[in-house]
């Protein structure tokens, strides 16, 4: 990965960050990874608090505790990280800045409210899960923010309709700033030549009904329907999981390779034509800037799925077939054709766009916005 270090960067400031994320086992963990990497290579020290282990590189990680129980690994880390940071041998006064994700903030907010250096909230997203855990989850999401609105010297989003999101159910008050996901460049890229007679198309994230992962199925019917030779990796975990894995074994236009690292990941989307976007058009992510939209840029591939603001973040290209919201399945049909004959042209802006989402470019920007907030 090239990292260019930050030239607006005027002082060696020393950032701790805590982030519920475990950057073992979750693929969203790869912004908290690239960006302490980017900020640590631009002349920053950065800490990384999370759960799960990694070798660092360029930056420092601690490894924090949790339970086994999804969403409230980082309720159940507060009290490590209390000790380990706010104690009477705490540490949190060697750093210049503390970066906390919501997740910690209700947590942790007798800490933060006497806390002598300026703490930012970060907001890489509110609670998605469904039924009573993600009632719990609003609940420390909304106190979060509202502890952040008071006593916080600013907070970190995604997109500008996520930081609307933000003021408009909480009323908050302080400096949001947008830090979109990002990407590196796709390594794999062009090891492989991309298959002349089968479309390859995948999905990599959350295997979970509420992202629309049923729209893939319907898109795989119909393209078999039309005649159209193509193969569907879904790679990923999620209560759909089972379904998929049932019917991947009985299909031979899906795979399912389960959930997969990293690096296979880029391996698998860098030998694929076109990333699909499922996720519907309702508030969780028409506010979101998906990880999975730069991923598949830096791959060279086309993009379909609904078209709304959390999909396309108002960008323009060759690579961008996304169109209509309940009617995108049909869209994308009518438009394999297209793809298909003009996919170099597409792969080239595809790559191009990506460019503008690189790590250290996103990274320069937020610690001028870090600066700014000292």
């Known amino acids: 990965m090239e990292i260019k270090y930050c030239l607006l960067c005027s002082r060696h400031v020393k950032i701790a960050w805590i982030s519920g994320r475990d950057v073992e086992k979750d693929l969203a963990a790869t912004t908290e990874i690239n960006l302490a990497k980017s900020l640590a290579f631009s002349g920053s020290e950065v800490t990384l608090f999370t759960p799960g282990s990694i070798l660092a590189e360029g930056f420092k990680h601690e490894q924090i505790r949790k339970i086994g129980f999804p969403g409230l690994n980082s309720i159940s880390g507060a009290r490590n990280i209390s000790h380990r940071l706010f104690s009477r041998d705490g540490i949190v006064n060697d750093y210049d800045v503390l970066l906390v994700d919501w997740r910690y903030v209700r947590s942790l907010r007798v800490f933060l409210k006497r806390l002598e250096l300026p703490w930012i909230i970060i907001d890489r997203g509110p609670p998605a899960f469904k039924g009573l855990l993600n009632r719990l989850q609003k609940i420390y999401w909304s106190s979060g923010w509202e502890i952040a609105s008071e006593f916080a010297a600013g907070g970190f989003v995604v997109s500008k309709k996520h930081s609307e999101f933000v003021r408009g159910i909480n009323n908050v008050e302080i400096h949001l700033h947008e830090i979109p996901a990002g990407t590196i460049p796709n390594p794999f890229l062009g090891q492989n030549p991309k298959s002349a007679n089968v479309l390859k198309l995948a999905y990599v994230g959350s295997l979970d009904e509420r992202r629309g992962i049923q729209s893939i199925l319907e898109l795989s019917e119909k393209m078999i329907r039309s005649g159209v030779k193509h193969s569907i990796t879904l790679a990923g975990d999620g209560d759909m999981r089972d379904d998929i894995e049932v019917l991947a074994a009985n299909n031979e236009f899906l795979e399912f390779p389960g959930k997969i690292g990293r690096n296979e990941v880029r391996r698998l989307l860098a030998r694929c034509h076109i990333g699909i976007m499922p996720m519907p058009k309702i508030p969780i992510w028409r506010i979101s800037s998906p990880l999975k939209l730069p991923e598949y840029l830096a791959s060279g591939m086309a993009i379909i799925g609904p078209k709304h603001t959390g999909n396309d973040l108002g960008l323009e290209g060759q690579w961008n077939r996304l169109g209509g919201s309940e009617d995108w ?26 460019k503008k989402f690189h790590w250290d470019s996103i990274a320069s920007e937020m610690m001028v916005c870090i600066e700014n907030m000292l």
């Open 329 to 354: 399945v049909d869209l994308a049909i009518s438009d394999i054709g297209s793809i298909l004959s003009n996919f170099s042209k597409i792969e080239e802006s595809a790559i191009v766009q990506s």
